[in-house]
């Protein structure tokens, strides 16, 4: 059986998912007292929790205020997708080279569960959809064999998670064929210029969003 949750933890993965869905709007102010109030939790996991929110830049804290629900702004998106494409494209570059059947194997399926999921086209898609997203840009960048480069891919697509989960593709398994291919042919230029093309495609689609 799975550990339960801790408090703090509950707090977090509430309130996070709130701010991402859209439930809690950008601006908003989140008062300590009052969530501890209104999830039954301490004072103490509640301002872990609100911590932990700060430090992924979702909330800003505001003294003898509270904390304030961040905004991703257009300068946000560009600074982020430059970053991304530089990185993601000496990741892939790097995975062409070295990745292995199983990890081949494991983004197949992934796109595979990506297109099963684009064709139900429903309400609990978003989640989901994101969820398969970055765990294939993950397997990517792990295959690299640099963990320092993946964990700091990893934290610019959580940069992005509240504009990505908005993004009506993001599971459409059309987006990674060719970076599949190409990667299955251990083709590196190939490989790269599929991702520069995707990610620069889905930096135009959010930028549309905002």
Not at 7 to 32: D, M, Q
Not at 41 to 48: H, L, M, Q, S, V
Not at 55 to 75: I, Q
Not at 117 to 129: D, E, G, I, V, W
């Amino acid at each position: 059986m799975a550990p339960r949750p801790t408090k703090k933890l509950h707090v977090y993965e509430t309130i996070k998912h709130a701010i991402i869905s859209g439930e809690i709007k950008p601006g908003e102010i989140l008062n300590e007292a009052e969530l501890a109030q209104k999830y039954d939790t301490g004072k103490t996991p509640t301002r872990e929790a609100l911590l932990l929110l700060t430090h992924e830049n979702l909330l800003e804290s505001m003294p003898r205020v509270g904390y304030v629900v961040s905004r991703l702004t257009t300068k946000d998106l560009l600074e982020i997708y430059t970053l991304r494409i530089l990185l993601e494209a000496e990741s892939i570059g790097l995975a062409a080279e070295r990745i292995t059947p199983e990890e081949i194997a494991r983004l197949e399926e992934n796109n595979r569960l990506e297109a099963e999921l684009f064709s139900q086209n429903s309400a609990r898609m978003t989640a989901a959809a994101y969820r398969l997203n970055i765990e294939f840009h993950q397997t990517i960048a792990w295959a690299s064999g640099n963990s320092r480069l993946a964990k700091m891919i990893e934290g610019l697509i959580n940069d992005l998670e509240r504009a990505l989960s908005f993004d009506p593709y993001i599971a459409d398994p059309a987006q990674h064929v060719e970076i599949i291919a190409s990667l299955k042919a251990h083709d590196k230029l190939r490989a790269q210029a599929a991702m520069k093309t995707h990610l620069a495609e889905t930096r135009l689609r959010i930028l549309k969003l905002f």
